[in-house]
């Protein structure tokens, strides 16, 4: 597992470390690391020409020491700070490294900044660091936009002009292909508002492990790894019930594809049983492509209830009622639930007329569906999908404590965030983009209904099937278009490979 800590954290784990060191130990390992990917990154793309963006402070002294460790490459310092680090300013220029200091504020750069950065063929960004403020200005601006766009950007701790929280997605930032940082993870790295950013992450070493006992992190990020832990696998005792029988209330007659793509993702899964409940036609498509799905009521384990469900309450048509009766009439059942799609709705008014969950519950929305929930349960207050696509987390949250459940909100960087605000963030993103398609999330409802019914706590339900849904996409897609459909049944051997510890880290 990934683990994020938050700024302050670090500054006092650093600290620590950096107090039982000789001085300038800490930097020089974390300066030796950062040359060792550059090397190594520069080899694999036949680069020559490299340009160290270095600012003040110590991320840019950890650009510098890199520098002067990068023989036998063509290395130059484009240095934008009133004062740059002096002895990592020196020991670049005493290892023949030319260093062109830009003054903060210059209107423009120099000449020769330009002329060494349009040639370069690797960029290593260390610009501003963790004590950075979210956005680029003056200078560092301009030399981040005289950046060709061939050249391959490494960022030193984070991208330059990134929020190091993870939360503001504002201001003129560096898009990195990949991000050296040093010790341990940030909330930067893993949280939607700034990972986008980040590229491939690189955590490297420098002894600070030992000092994060007893610190709790901020962010968690499960990998593939982590699978084999958490993964609900039978033996030799366990038999259909015990592994967990799935109700499933999705589908209409306008969207019937909900209901099969819920309950195909449900038994390619692994339940025990699945129990489906819904309107004749989309039953017949359900059977049709699952045989093995047993129509009507019965003992669950855990429901679904929403996909493909119309909640408008008018115009519905003949028939309709009867789904929006069984999914209202799960939200007072003592039974781990999850809730989707239209479900979101019909629970936000159940929760507005004063009624509370208190069984383990899972609401899985995208941007527009938290919208509008928060909308229903915040006495009508007006939210829009652009806020909550602004700002997810702090939407997430909210609605976690609005509702009481814990919420999982889906994007290429999807968040699994409890009511309680001591208990880390999940934060996912393992899925290729091919997976923004319609019907995915009806998949990934079922896929995390199956865990729930298994027994496991929504935060570990909902990260655990964010990781397998992205890996089965990636296993399904030939390296383009993706069917949600085929998620679904890619989903068997995704998990034998999880298992197996052969699945590819997510991206």
């Keep these: 597992m990934i683990e994020g800590y938050d700024v302050a ?16 130990a ?17 080899q694999e793309l036949g680069a020559r020409s490299v340009v160290v963006l270095a600012g003040p402070g110590d991320n840019g002294g ?3 020491w890199a520098a002067s460790l990068l023989d036998g490459l063509q290395v130059t310092v484009v240095g934008v700070a009133a004062r740059l680090h002096a002895d990592g300013a020196t020991a670049a220029r005493e290892a023949g490294v030319e260093v062109v200091e830009v003054a903060p504020d210059a209107g423009q750069l120099p000449a020769r900044a330009r002329e060494a950065l349009a040639a370069a063929d690797l960029v290593v960004d ?19 936009a005289a950046v060709p766009g061939t050249a391959y950007i490494v960022g030193v701790d984070l991208p330059s002009g990134a929020d190091p929280a993870g939360e503001d997605p504002q201001g003129p930032r560096v898009r990195a292909d990949e991000t050296v940082t040093f010790g341990v993870a940030k909330p930067v790295h893993l949280l939607p508002a700034t990972a986008p950013a980040v590229g491939r992450l690189r955590v490297v070493d420098i002894g600070l492990t030992p000092e994060l006992a007893g610190e709790r992190p901020v962010v968690e990020r499960l990998e593939p790894a982590d699978v084999a832990g958490r993964w609900p696998v039978p033996d030799a005792t366990d038999h259909k019930y015990s592994r967990g029988v799935l109700g499933v209330v999705a589908g209409s007659d306008d969207y019937p594809g909900a209901a099969v793509l819920c309950c195909t993702a449900a038994v390619e899964a692994g339940a025990g049983m699945v129990r489906y409940l819904g309107p004749p036609r989309a039953a017949d498509l359900v059977l049709a492509s699952c045989p093995e799905v047993v129509p009507g009521p019965g003992r669950v384990q855990a429901m679904v209830v929403g996909p493909g469900v119309d909640a408008r309450g008018v115009d519905r048509p003949d028939g309709e009622d009867d789904q929006v009766d069984r999914v209202t009439g799960s939200f007072a059942q003592d039974l781990p639930l999850l809730v989707d799609a239209g479900g979101l709705e019909l629970l936000g008014r159940w ?7 208190t069984a ?20 009508g207050e007006e939210v829009t999908r652009e806020q ?17 459940c814990t919420v999982l909100l889906k994007g290429a960087t999807t968040l699994v965030v409890t009511p309680d605000p001591a208990v880390p963030v999940r934060s996912q993103a393992d ?3 091919w997976l923004a398609t319609a019907g995915a999330g009806d998949v990934l409802a079922g896929l995390a209904g199956v865990l729930l019914a298994a027994g496991l706590a929504p935060l570990e339900a909902g990260s655990l099937a964010a990781l397998v849904h992205g890996t089965a996409a990636s296993r399904a897609t030939p390296g383009g278009p993706v069917r949600a459909l085929g998620v679904a049944h890619a989903i068997p051997l995704a998990v034998a490979d999880l298992l197996a510890g052969t699945a590819p880290r997510g991206r």
């Design 388 to 404: 909550v696509e602004q700002a997810p987390l702090a939407h997430a949250r909210r609605a976690a404590v609005l509702t009481g």
């Design 126 to 144: 260390g610009l501003l660091g963790i004590g950075g403020r979210p956005g680029l200005r003056g200078a560092m601006a301009a030399a981040v």
């Design 62 to 64: 950890d650009a510098l």
């Design 351 to 357: 929760l507005a007329a004063g009624h509370r969950r």
């Design 9 to 24: 954290t670090v500054r006092v784990v650093e600290d620590r470390v950096r107090a039982g060191l000789p001085p300038g």
């Design 26 to 42: 800490l930097m020089q390992r974390a300066a030796r690391a950062l040359a060792q990917v550059v090397r190594d990154r520069a």
């Design 360 to 379: 383990p519950t899972l609401l899985t929305p995208h941007a527009g569906e938290l919208a509008r929930l928060l909308g229903t349960v915040a006495d």
């Design 431 to 433: 899925a290729p983009p």
